[in-house]
């Protein structure tokens, strides 16, 4: 067919070109010119390239990357991207030679490995944001084991607990989820170089040696997966969706919790913005802003899974530069909720008074009323249980709180039993007290002192384990950089 | 509780307040100045402030911007974002006086007031983007009304039909998202304004005035919907993320269409990507990028409808400045899509020859055999049908065009009937050529030339009704700038 | 190739036909022997059938309707569905001439046309449910307009406001959302018969009189969208979702209300599950109901509107039986929640008593003094706002009410005006209280009564109108199936 | 405030309890009465009920489940549900002792303990289904090693490859989605029973023995997040989403390949729905029902994810039950799409024959000329590339396939390079041929049969461990039933 036309179409041009540019520049242009040094390490090494061209090469790299700042660049539309900046300016540099570089790869495994590189740092990054909150959450749970906490079924007061126990559970499920996240990066460590286009290259390559010299565990093996498999997006933003969903549940506990009605949750002024006009007013605000910081991190990790539905399992844009790109503002904003969310739960204080007013309203210690009658007077836990029960029926008809019921207590027990009790006042004090509630709840999970402290342990070690793993992780980057620093090096001394 | 620290904590700072003030700054300064203006207007017309007073407010909102420039700032922490900058600077020029203009409103109404008046415009540009497209897709429609394209069911060629045809499936769908998003965009032109802090004010305020002079068409009616409803968010987004799940399918049928193999469509080369390496292969990028922009709309536009789920109904930071603005990157992406669709399907062409070869070896035009049969030889449709498909499989058998297959044809039909067909050569070569196959489909809603023509004109008529609301939005916001300018330089002028 | 296969595989009959027959048997039988009647009549009056063969075919669809309970139908794998069951019954009475029913339509359209039959019935009784929860709201406003409510910003008690003015907002909301759901479900009132299999029929058929038989509005336009066209599909559930996104956030207003500590709002005996154990514990559990039925609604209108995610523009499996299937999940929880939500807000009561006790504990009309100030006094608002603030901080401070803090607001008066207030103790009375300063709030939007009952009539005439169309719907589906019985009716009398 | 109101409303009983006693009686009778009895078991154990006791306990428990058949309940409203119902019949037989199984435990750990019961079993199911899709997937590219196709890069044939290798890629990205799933199912193994309530209970119990005998691996630790926590269900579905997210990726390869233009797939007959009308047409109906059943199994999974999103951290219904329940159809539409896939991609061939023209009419193997040159010739890689470019477009030019365009070549590399090629014909054929470029490709990952072989023994190692974890659990599970059954036997024989 006649075709006139040339390449690019303006709207083209603007559309995707210019984007495309500003986007290798920002984010890619650093982690090429590893895989440019690396990969003419490898080809050296396997005597793919001659020694003395990886010389003139390396050289010619080592000019570039003196001449060139990327940031300065802005799309002429004389090269697509840094890529072929770089390339054009290596042959104006060194004839045919300059595309030697490019023997036995393709811009498609380059480009994965790019994003890989790009988001294991992203995602340190933000492993290590949570696992500063989880520091904090664990600090605060020690410190907070003895406070005494209203807890809550169906959103009204239920047991008394204490912070420490609470803070305890919100560590245990972000652990997990930080877990799930440090699982996810393991696809981060397999190294695409080697694939080509798509099914590796005919020249004798080692890809384990790229792979190593540009801070990866190893080579990713299946080299059409290597291209077109995005696994390794797909699994990385659903666990970090996970992190934000679970944590923004907590910040509903908060909200609830410092609701002016309730008070159980002390925000201290440093965390509240005041109304001018009504001073008595204490929003603490940073509840919302975690709140929609968490939500809007769920949408912007939903956003890159759910761009790959039904897309071909070839290689394609769908997971390329761009979208790569949108997915980087979960990592904005899910840092920012992290870090605030750190700042938050390390600062806020349980209102004790609050707390004790609305246990004694809400008599959150009858259950274990009726527990003691079950081990101490040998009662069935039915009729332990009318017994409590009709005493929490007193002590509210007589807006009384629990602890001073005791004489409800008896009538109710002798009704149900035909016999006086054997609890007297200071049995029945201690049966009564949200502290005597929470020292009995000394199995496993519970938030009695001991118990507690064993599960605290428990989460040390975990923690310990991710971080360990996470400092694994940069050790081996760094130690990549510098061994591939030292071989390019020695490449230019030929 | 004791409490020595002090607003704001650093983290908060960082984490909220400093991309608060960013974002008041980047988006909201202009529009919170017409908002000053607008009440300024209003509170003086009704008497709630005395005229002299305001001219002073005047001159000081005149001073203050012609003083400062909202894009030169930075935030400081001394002022929490742009609005208490202008607060401070008012009551510095003009002492006590200078709290007045906040008499009578809220940065609740103020807030969401600005955040529809940054939507309308961005939403009008969305629909002229579309409207275009649309513009578009009816010129070729019309263009293309005699051009044949093989149709598919279930990815199989099926039936003949013309490419204006279809492309004018694809503009009545998108003529009804358009209409969707229109209607969705009618929630912007109600003002929040009045409403205060939640329930209007106490003071005899005008709120069809200032709606009027801040260009909506009319105040929005309860209050606490004014500043807790986020349903102008929701709804605008829902209806934004359809036109873009739409179009993506159309995109996979052209990504289908311009395969090496099918050649159905020709891509220009102005927008196809060459590999240098492999010449003969042209890879018709722009398909690509159309995907994952319209899939990563979508995916903005769920985050910010999925971001109010199990939000409280009560104002909320969920639906303020930064899910706004997290929001705004569904125009961004959307509007590029839209405009590369439009360079994408004003440019793209029917490759005919591959068309036909197409249509010859599936002999889709078959079934129109077996309607002629119906029609002419008065058979039964299952007699008609049998004969149709004895002779495709006859002719698929002989690897021959159906149109050089009447001898398989006429033998069919003695072998069903017993007798001899009265179609002659020319009469069966109409009935399985393309063009007699669509020039008979015409009912309203077929591709026979008429029926298209009379279906385009309905199309004219709703795009026509589209830009019209569309336009006389803008003839509003322009008038009311202009009366605002005005009653403004009049209160100066006191 | 050589295939000694045969249709069908066992795992396809198993995990597709079988599902497939079921789904057929359960919703579509009767629409389709409905299409069968109605295209029948069509292909008569057209002349396209001669009267005796239509009276012939009239009567075997009959019989056939007669002997053939699809209730008591088992898939066998001799027909693939009802659809192919009743044209091989045609054949076997008819001989040829049962396939003369098909003549001049497909699968395709009947398909479409079948599952807008069933949509329209669903997403009607859908909307009705949510018209009897409007009226329900609307006579509660009405009845609650002068009850006092704490109303909040940021989740802190902020304002008084009146439960009518409250629900009127939710009322406001919810009208929005069902006209939104009305205008989507016009989609459903276009009919896709004489699509036929994409581009129409040869024959002279007569849409309009089909679309008026089955009780469409009209033909769907464009014949390739009629068959490959989601809008319809994707543009009902975004609309369905949006009801149930925006009353989910009611719900965590009630939610936080009800809560033990708060207690604004009393839920009844007949809504309240109580713990045996803690017969304090009243557990609002529909509440809870209300919210996952919610965000499972919401769940499944995104289920099937993201199964469309870039599937292409041509009739496709995606948009069928199974995927159609999957959606009518959405109807069942939405309509449990729409009943239950009714239930619900039909009979909470507010607790004037806890209402009373927040409001003065939080001093929430304390902006109201301040306005006063500004009016009565001729203050500034800043002047004015510094006495109310520090009346407040003083009423705090001394736990106290604000309603018995005149003196403390006289001290702050003097020391900030140097003069004495001309308020005395009823005017201060007046405006510190709940009562006053709700009836202040007379702007339209506001909770004043004469505002609100101004309001209540524009929702009353938008539901009047909402309740119309789906009325006009409704009948126009009737007289259509008269219409279609008696015009059948007259074939068989032939 | 007066209240005469009695529990339930009949709305409520109808939206919610009907279907929350049909939820229990369909899918968790059995595990509760398992959690009875293994409860039982221990609180004997421990002493905390006297063995006599215990004995009477088992005995009623015995004869309830021989004379009750959940299967033939209905709801009644006497009892709430199953759980109820057995309490109530207890305490008939038993009188208050009836009451003491349910010492030190709560509904609450209950319920997660049976919802973890049920998904641990569905999700072995969903694995085993995805492992013996694995397993075909294996088999067969072990069979597929040498079978030739084209593999393509924006959607547009790129290079040679193999079905094998192709095979092995959706392999390895299986494995990883499978592996990623049993990780999450770990999550399943971690038992509630103790939490209590929330905070365990003052009971010895030994909450490893109740773990053990109902089948888990251990106990959760913290209490309060056994029974608040939901990151076991959405930790589970948004593994198993992943899963089928990919596979849909599959799908749209195997939609491409199967169209009639491109031929590289064939589906056998067993697979494919022919048009009575059109014989010709082979509509390959699975691929598209895999797409839809993959997509809506996305869909059920978000709907429980997101169902999450802003729900509160404590005891709650959004996690229980019903939308336990809502889930399931994920493993439905999941198990469907992964049998419909094995059965799919277990029987579908390559049409060597379509492969082999479009192979040759791409010039695919263009790309491995320009290697050979750079190995064999000792060109730069640039200079190599412009021979073999230039080479294919001459062939293209005079519609040759590459591997008869020598001549086309040998003038190339004389203009190039100015001397003779080294490529005799054979070697050039040998150089363009499919089988050359693909053996050439030997290093890890790609397509040579060796690397492949290495490869699929890699795959097969990871296969066999995840088996092994199904299996060890299943044999946990099993010799845990056969415990519980012997220490429950025990118990009656007391």
Chains 1, 2, 3, 4 share one sequence.
Not at 73 to 84: I, M, Q
Not at 216 to 231: H, K, M, Q, T, W
Not at 276 to 293: A, G, T
Request: net charge negative; hydrophobic share 45%.
């Amino acid at each position: 067919m006649t075709d006139t036309s040339a390449f690019p179409d303006p709207v083209y041009r603007e559309t995707v070109l210019e984007p495309l540019f500003e986007g290798v520049r920002t984010h890619y242009a650093g982690h090429m010119d590893a895989i440019n040094r690396a990969h003419l390490v490898m080809l050296t090494e396997t005597g793919i390239l001659p020694r003395a061209d990886a010389a003139r090469i390396a050289g010619a790299l080592s000019d570039i990357a003196a001449d060139t700042d990327p940031a300065s660049l802005t799309y002429t539309g004389e090269h697509e991207d840094w890529f072929f900046l770089v390339e054009a300016e290596l042959r104006r540099r060194l004839g045919d030679l300059g595309g030697a570089l490019h023997t036995a790869r393709s811009r498609n495994d380059m480009d994965h490995t790019m994003f890989k590189m790009v988001l294991r740092d992203r995602a340190a990054t933000l492993l290590d944001e949570g696992l500063a909150l989880a520091a904090t959450l664990r600090r605060r749970a020690g410190e907070e084991a003895g406070t005494p906490i209203v807890a809550y079924t169906h959103g009204q007061p239920a047991q008394p607990s204490t912070f420490g126990h609470y803070l305890a559970a919100v560590l245990e499920v972000l652990l997990g989820d930080l877990d799930r996240l440090a699982r996810a990066m393991q696809a981060l460590d397999a190294c695409p170089m080697g694939a080509a286009a798509i099914i590796t290259t005919g020249f004798p390559i080692d890809r384990d040696r790229v792979a190593h010299l540009l801070g990866f565990e190893r080579p990713r093996l299946n080299s059409y997966a290597c291209i077109a498999g995005v696994d390794y997006v797909t699994g990385l933003y659903s666990a970090i969706k996970l992190v934000f969903l679970h944590l923004g549940r907590v910040v509903q506990d908060m909200a609830f919790w410092s609701a002016f009605e309730v008070g159980q949750l002390y925000v201290p002024n440093a965390l509240v913005q005041v109304s001018s006009i009504m001073p008595q007013k204490r929003n603490p605000v940073p509840i919302e802003h975690m709140r929609h910081l968490a939500a809007v991190t769920c949408g912007h990790c939903d956003t890159i899974v759910d761009t790959m539905r039904n897309t071909p399992f070839t290689d394609m844009n769908d997971s390329e530069g761009e979208v790569q790109q949108a997915g980087y503002a979960a990592f904005a904003s899910g840092g920012r909720m992290l870090r605030l969310a750190e700042a938050f739960l390390g600062q806020v204080r349980i209102d004790g008074a609050r707390v004790r007013a609305t246990a004694d309203a809400a008599c959150i210690t009858v259950t274990e009323l009726a527990d003691t009658l079950v081990r101490d007077e040998g009662l069935t836990f039915r009729a332990a249980h009318e017994i409590a029960a009709a005493t929490a029926r007193a002590a509210i008809a007589a807006r009384a709180p629990l602890s001073a019921s005791r004489d409800a207590f008896a009538a109710a027990f002798r009704d149900q039993t035909g016999r006086d009790t054997a609890l007297g006042p200071d049995a029945y004090a201690a049966a009564v007290s949200m502290e005597g509630f929470v020292a009995r709840r000394d199995r496993p999970g519970g938030p009695a002192p001991a118990a507690l402290a064993a599960a605290l342990d428990t989460y040390a070690a975990t923690h310990a384990a991710l971080a360990d793993t996470l400092a694994a992780g940069r050790a081996r980057r760094r130690e990549a950089e510098a061994d591939r620093a030292a071989a390019f090096a020695a490449l230019l001394e030929t």
